[in-house]
C-alpha cells in the first residue's frame, strides 16, 4: 500500500493511478469538499463545491407569513435544486385564502362556495368570530376580480352559534336570496351575492 498518498484535504488516494487527488474539486486547490446531509435516510447526499454552491433558501416554518415563504438565491451553478425540510410549508400564490389558506388560530364553522369565480366552485373558509370580505388585501376572504366588489364589502360574523352579516357600507350593496340587505342572520345553503359574485353559505354543525 506504499502508493497510497493523503492529501491536504484528507482524502487518500492511489498515487500510481492518480497525480493529485481526484476527490477534491479543481485538484489540491485546498477547497474543502461541503457534504449536505441527508434529513432523512430516504434522501440522497449532496456533494457540492463550496465555492459554487447555490441553492434555494427555505427559511422554516412558522407563521406563514410574508417573512417565511421560499426565497430562491440565483447561482452560476447548473444545478439549483431546491431542498424542502420536513415541516416547510410552500405557500403557492393565489392560494392564501380558500380551502388551502392560511394557518388560523381560530375554530373551523363554515364555507363559502362561489361558482362565479371557478366554474368548477372555489371554496373559502369561515372561522369563529368576524371573516371581513373584499378586494382589499387585509380581508380574510379576498375578491380581487370582481369590479362590484367594494375593498371591505361584507363582514360575516359566528358568535354563540349564530351566523351575523353585515354590509360595511359597500358601493353596491349586498344581496341574500336576492334581496337587499343591510345585515340579518345566516341560514344554511343561503345565496349571497356582492357585485357579480355569489356564495353558497354552508354551515357546519357544531357537534363536537
Known sequence: ??????????????????????????????????????????????????ASSAKTKIVSAGN???????????????????????????????????FYGQVQNRKLVGFLVSYTLNSQGKSFILYEGKNSIGTDANCDIVISSDPGVSGKHLTILYRSGQFRFKDEFST????????????????????????KTKFVFLAIPQII
Open 64 to 98: 406563514y407569513g410574508n417573512e417565511n415563504k421560499t426565497t430562491p438565491f440565483q447561482g452560476n451553478t447548473s444545478d439549483n435544486r431546491t431542498n424542502v425540510p420536513n415541516g416547510t410549508k410552500i405557500i403557492v400564490p393565489g392560494e392564501e385564502n380558500g
Open 1 to 50: 500500500m506504499g502508493n497510497i498518498k493523503t492529501c491536504v484535504n484528507g482524502h487518500n488516494y492511489d498515487s500510481s493511478i492518480y497525480d493529485k487527488c481526484p476527490y477534491c474539486p479543481n485538484g489540491n486547490t485546498g477547497e474543502k469538499t461541503v457534504v449536505n446531509k441527508p434529513m432523512h435516510d430516504s434522501m440522497p447526499t449532496e456533494v457540492n463545491n463550496a
Open 172 to 195: 353596491n350593496a349586498t344581496f341574500v336570496n336576492g334581496n337587499e340587505q343591510e345585515e340579518g342572520n345566516l341560514q344554511n345553503f343561503d345565496i349571497i351575492r356582492i357585485g
